[in-house]
């Protein structure tokens, strides 16, 4: 039974370590970084770690959004020596916001190999912030230069195009509530409910144009929330 059991773990571990390869261009070192990276707390439960934390990729992601945060800034630093800090930091902003981070987790295929116990429909932003932990898990287990190239190479260089960023107006809310205005249709934004205590919180904000549900969608951020059904709105009435 337990030869049985530990092969099954292994075969697991190989499947995974040649799906994220294919994602990071090497192979991981230490596959259980990149296990606990890929644990969305909703699969936790009360389950603890030998220090007493919740298994889950949390604290993989503080550390991702950080790494992720300071090799993008470097970048656009370099990028664009004549532009202010204004500029700058609102570049930053549209390429790690969680609306970017989200899609772009789902085009590298890392959406489908987190473990989630929670409707994913309802809980876009895991994608994102498992993408943020995929960093911190690259930090840990082969150090700050490999997180850069994957970061650069395999994600800013593949998958963002930096002049479309510069363009693009990335604030939801406001395009669909101007579209509403000038198209004299009702555009309403609705908070659902709220569930959870702290930073646990989450606001499940409903958009409604002339009455119609246009999108609902949860969040730790009320204003994060706000924009993710706005932009899934926006998308629906081809805005």
Known sequence: MFKRLFSKTSANEKILRE?????????????????????????????????????????????????????????????????????????????????????????????????????????????????????????????????????????????IDINEVVTTEDNYKSRIIEWGQKNKRQVLFELVREEGQGLDKLFYIRVKVDNQVMAETMNRSKKKAEQLAAEIASFKLEI
């Open 19 to 159: 799906k994220l390869k294919k994602i990071l261009g090497f192979s991981p070192n230490d596959i259980s970084i990149y296990q606990s990276a890929l644990k969305h707390i909703s699969t936790a439960g009360k389950r603890e770690s030998q220090k007493g934390q919740r298994d889950s990729n949390e604290r993989l992601e503080f550390l991702g959004d950080a790494i992720l945060g300071s090799i993008i800034a470097d970048h656009l630093f370099k990028l664009f020596p004549d532009k202010d800090e204004g500029f700058l930091s609102k570049m930053r902003s549209r390429i790690v916001s969680r609306n970017s981070l989200n899609q772009l987790s789902t085009t590298i295929g890392l959406s489908e190999l987190v473990e989630v116990s929670v409707r994913r429909e309802e809980s876009v932003d895991i994608y994102g912030n498992a993408l943020e932990a995929l960093v911190g898990a690259v930090y840990l287990d082969r150090g700050f230069v490999k997180s850069r190239d994957f970061i650069l190479k395999n994600l800013v260089d593949k998958h």
